[in-house]
């Protein structure tokens, strides 16, 4: 049996284990503090200071995650302060989850390019769409070629959280000895990337245990049914407020601060650069670890160019306002802008080194 048929082999027996834990204790999307929606198509337009009588018409989002996860915040508040800036426009948020933004996708992909409808484009649907597409993982039934990032409205940095009595250097033991669980995200989502290759750099592993969304992973850390939970800033922002759950490593190469605890301003280290955790092996380079997440407001490929433009603008004009841009650095979420071609060249980066901690991960390479 060669190499790539053993590999392919060992990722559908991962993903078969990891449907039929879904079925006994739930399955958690890529936004990880996204609660459960069954498949659900759900609109929201009257909390995003809609504008029913906007000559441009109705814009509507699509959202592949569930309503009150950070994509649907972040989401929501785009279209709130677009409706403000620009009345002319009515912007609603519909959240249509399944497969983990999959069914978004499918449903998107699908649309005639002339269509005014956007969709909220995470790095997490592009990242299982190359890992489906190069080493069959999963079926993808969409192209995601047919989507054209216009401009990035959420960067974020995850966090790998523990109990208060857990340190680095534990979790970097039991990845070693085969043990270490953690909650945050499906297997091989972006956050398992992370933290997966992470381990096996160390000569360790991780297993993923799927939860029902981001309050059902952060409770599974605290009953000690797993040993971390991976995820956003925004989403275990309060319980680190209280001193219930503890940053102690950040996916970045930059240092990272914000985060608040009782005792103060908590300085978090992070995998790679000046702020490198000591517990890791000084010798390696974990870079590779640091994979880009959030996403971007998005449009069919083969829009009208006048559209990407007019989009491309109010999208700046977003950023521009204190009211989104102020909400995002409150929740620790990153300040970037990238826009048209520098958008998707980002994207097409960030996709390779998904690909390489993928192989790092699987030892497909």
Not at 81 to 89: I, K
Not at 132 to 155: H, L, M, N, S, W
Not at 285 to 297: A, N, Q, T, W, Y
Request: hydrophobic content about 40%; proline content about 4%.
């Amino acid at each position: 049996m060669n190499k790539k048929r053993t590999l392919a082999l060992l990722l559908t027996l991962v993903m078969s284990m990891a449907l039929l834990l879904s079925a006994c204790g739930g399955n958690s999307g890529g936004d990880t503090s996204a609660p459960p929606s069954g498949g659900d198509t759900q609109t929201e337009g009257e909390d995003t200071g809609g504008n029913p009588d906007a000559s441009g018409g109705t814009v509507k989002i699509v959202c592949g995650y569930g309503v009150g996860g950070t994509a649907d915040a972040i989401a929501r508040k785009y279209a709130l302060v677009a409706n403000r800036l620009h009345s002319d426009y009515n912007f609603i948020v519909e959240n249509m989850t399944g497969g983990d933004g999959f069914a978004a996708a499918d449903y998107y992909t699908d649309l005639d390019p002339s269509t005014k409808e956007l969709l909220i484009y995470g790095y997490g649907l592009i990242y299982r769409h190359d890992e489906g597409k190069t080493y069959g993982t999963e079926v993808v039934d969409f192209d995601r070629a047919d989507i054209q990032p216009i401009g990035c409205i959420d960067d974020r940095t995850n966090i790998v959280y523990a109990k208060p009595d857990t340190t680095l250097a534990d979790v970097i033991a039991k990845a070693k000895d085969g043990t270490l669980k953690m909650s945050g995200g499906n297997p091989l989502s972006e956050l398992h990337l992370a933290l997966g290759s992470l381990a096996a750099l160390e000569g360790g592993k991780v297993m993923v245990v799927p939860y029902d969304g981001g309050a059902a992973q952060k409770k599974g850390l605290m009953d000690g049914e797993v040993d971390v939970f991976v995820g956003t800033t925004q989403a275990a922002q309060d319980e680190v407020e209280a001193g219930t759950l503890v940053p102690i490593l950040a996916f970045s190469d930059q240092p990272f601060e914000g985060f608040v605890g009782p005792d103060g301003p908590i300085d978090v280290p992070t995998v790679a650069g000046d702020t490198k955790a000591p517990e890791l092996s000084a010798d390696i380079d974990f870079s590779g670890c640091v994979l880009r997440s959030g996403g971007f407001i998005a449009t069919r490929t083969g829009a009208d160019q006048a559209w990407v433009d007019e989009l491309t603008q109010i999208t700046k004009d977003v950023w521009a306002d204190p009211e989104f841009s102020d909400w995002m650095a409150s929740v620790l979420l990153n300040h970037h802008e990238v826009y048209g071609a520098d958008a998707q060249a980002e994207v097409e980066e960030a996709a390779k080194k998904c690909l390489t901690a993928f192989e790092n991960l699987s030892g497909a390479n």
